[in-house]
């Protein structure tokens, strides 16, 4: 059983295209996390959400928006790409709070390698 | 702005050689610490974390690391490296009891281990 999974694993898009990644997790968790990891595989916390609820929002280009449709689902909509844009993102998901805060051990997806050309 | 500092980039070493790798954050208040493997082609994966109590720490596949809070470190050990141990390796903090829970990684270091 796959625990945080995401569509697509590969994703090759002409610059100006809109497109979207998808991340499930099916381990109860509250929270889910969007990173991004560039091409020296530095990784950057993009956004948050509790509970279906925003969180955290890093300067991110407000070409990305995250929806939640449920605590399960975080997906990444992304408009107008950028040569700049091509990374590769991690989905991740945690627990929410104990006892006040949080328990913060993150569980991470495959990635979705994007390119664009 | 919190920070981590992971000062080996590129590391080689021949199989059966020991291996630290150094881990260093800047935040003056208390933060769960954690290393993340990342092997080639796939995710993330967590190797060991520390909240609280004992400052050493076990992990998976023979890894250990140790917190000293004086020094704002969290180095990752092996006595024995594998040729499978050949991975990139992530030092994260994120600050205990906070509003958010954001992972706040180091650079990464990419551990080659020749047979």
């Known amino acids: 059983d796959t625990a945080v999974s995401q569509t697509p694993k590969y994703l090759v898009t002409q610059m100006g295209n809109d497109k979207s990644i998808k991340c499930e997790q099916n381990?109860?968790?509250?929270?889910m996390y969007w990173y991004k990891q560039d091409s020296k595989k530095f990784l950057k916390i993009m956004f948050s959400y509790n509970n279906k609820e925003l969180i955290i929002n890093e300067t991110v280009p407000n070409r990305f928006s995250p929806k939640s449709p449920d605590k399960a689902h975080l997906n990444l909509h992304i408009n107008s790409l950028e040569l700049g844009d091509s990374a590769v993102y991690f989905c991740?998901?945690?627990?929410?709070?104990?006892?006040?805060?949080?328990?913060?051990?993150?569980?991470f997806g495959p990635g979705t390698r994007l390119t664009v050309l | 702005a919190q920070s981590v500092s992971q000062h080996n980039h590129h590391v080689i070493l021949s199989e059966a050689a020991s291996l630290e790798l150094g881990c260093n954050y800047s935040y003056g208040g208390t933060v769960n610490l954690f290393w993340y493997v990342q092997y080639p082609g796939q995710h993330l994966q967590l190797l060991l974390k520390?909240?609280?109590?004992?400052?050493l720490v076990k992990g998976i596949k023979g890894f250990e690391a140790e917190f000293i809070k004086s020094k704002f470190s969290f180095n990752l050990r092996k006595p024995s490296v594998q040729w499978s141990d050949t991975a990139e390796y992530f030092c994260a903090v994120s600050p205990y009891g906070g509003a958010t829970n954001k992972l706040i990684f180091g650079t990464g270091t990419l551990l080659a281990v020749q047979p």
């Open positions: 520390y909240f609280s109590g004992d400052p």
């Open positions: 991740a998901s945690s627990q929410g709070t104990s006892g006040g805060h949080f328990y913060n051990e993150q569980f």
């Open positions: 381990l109860g968790h509250d929270t």
